[in-house]
Every structure is written in C-alpha cells, then in structure tokens.
C-alpha cells in the first residue's frame, strides 16, 4: 500500500522569505500523481500544484514550485515570497494513476506553516 | 460558478440519530469522494464514487452510508453505529487525471 510522510509538523518562515516543505512517500507504482493542498483556517481544501510522474519537469505555480526526485520519492514545496496569506496547513498527497479504487488520494499527516510579519 | 457545495456547515447530532450531510457538485464529474478529518490528522477516505449507482467503501466506511443517484449528488449518512462522529467532513469530487476539488466542509458534533 503507497504511504505519505510529511515529517515536518510544524514550520516558521519570515515574511517575503523562502520556504520548503518536505514530503515523502512510498510505491511502486510507476505511474501517479502527487499534490499539495492547503488548508487555510477556513478549513477548505485548495489545490496548490500538481505533478505527474512522468514529467521530469518540476512543476510550478507563481510562487509555488515543488522539486520532484521520482529515484528518491521525495516531493517537496518550495514558496517563494512569503506572504501572511500563505499560512496554513499543507497536505501532500499520492493519486494512483490507475483506475479504480487506486484513483484516491492518500494524504500525509500536513506541516502547519506559520509567516511572520 | 462551478464547484463543490456541502451543507450544512454546522450539524448537532444527539446520541443514537442518523444524519445526512449534503454534497452536490456541478462540475460533471463523475468521481465524488467523502473524507473525514480529525484533529492533527490527514484526510482519511470514509467512500468513493466512480459512477452513478456505484459506491465503494473506504478506509474508514463503518457506521457511515451513501447513495450516488444522481451524477451531482453524493450524500453521506452517518448512523448511529459511528461510535465517535465528532470531526470535520470533506466531500471531493474529480476527473481522474487532475486534483480532486472540495467542498468548505461540515463540522460534525455530538451532542
């Protein structure tokens, strides 16, 4: 069964400054999907950026931009440019590509970031 | 505007009573999700959906149902036999390829 680790509970970052969160997980599966969520104090989950495992580019929203090494599996967040807005809870999360009971989501535990002005 | 509607956002529950919660979406999609979220916990899948009139349970299915009769609508029921319903519901849908999309959420307690 494919597993998510986030192994940081908790991160601090300074405003206009960078971050990177860290997410590992496990398969072997060679074709998926990764993600990360944010979940902001509203509670509603909001898709930050995607990955598929077949593109060797990283990809990248705006300030957002994640640095997938598939040999590792390891899938990281890098936010650029801090701002106060960015704090939140992040999830990392696996799709199979498969279809399905395989198509769901498993989700890591999520890092809380806290941005300080 | 497309999206995922949940409600209510708040729902009491007392001892021993069924409750619905709501979950329509009108971005045509055909796969529709429920998860569950406590407290410093990821999101933990309670069913899924993949196709009108077809369910499947989750990690997590037991003291919960659901019904899939419409393309857009994918209520979730929670039953007595759900010993500890207390916890924050997410209803997802999406095409296979792409993120899922969720709801805002229903806040679930027993009272």
């Known amino acids: 069964a494919q597993t998510v680790t986030q192994s940081q509970p908790e991160m601090s970052v300074q405003e206009a400054e960078t971050v990177t969160l860290s997410c590992t997980y496990d398969t072997s599966e060679s074709d998926y999907y990764l993600f990360w969520y944010k979940q902001p104090p509203s509670r509603q989950m909001i898709l930050v950026i995607r990955q598929e495992a077949y593109k060797q580019q990283n990809a990248t929203e705006n300030r957002f931009s994640v640095n997938f090494q598939k040999a590792a599996k390891s899938f990281s967040l890098k936010i650029s440019d801090s701002q106060l807005g960015d704090a939140a809870m992040y999830f990392c999360?696996?799709?199979?590509?498969?279809?399905?009971?395989?198509?769901?989501?498993?989700f890591g535990k999520g890092t809380k970031l806290s941005v300080k002005p | 505007d497309g999206g995922i509607t949940q409600s209510p956002k708040y729902l009491f529950r007392k001892e021993g009573q069924n409750v619905t919660l709501s979950c329509e979406q009108n971005l045509n999609h055909d796969a529709m999700y429920w998860y569950r979220q406590d407290p410093g916990q990821g999101l933990r899948l309670i069913y899924y959906?993949?196709?009108?009139?077809?369910?499947q349970k989750g990690d997590i299915a037991e003291g919960y149902s659901v019904s899939r009769e419409k393309k857009e609508s994918f209520p979730l029921t929670v039953t007595s036999a759900q010993k500890n319903p207390t916890a924050f519901y997410l209803c997802?849908?999406?095409?296979?390829?792409?993120?899922?999309?969720f709801g805002q959420g229903t806040r679930l307690t027993v009272v």
């Open positions: 999360a696996y799709r199979s590509a498969y279809g399905g009971s395989q198509g769901n989501l498993i």
């Open positions: 997802a849908s999406s095409v296979i390829r792409q993120g899922p999309f």
């Open positions: 959906s993949q196709i009108v009139n077809d369910f």
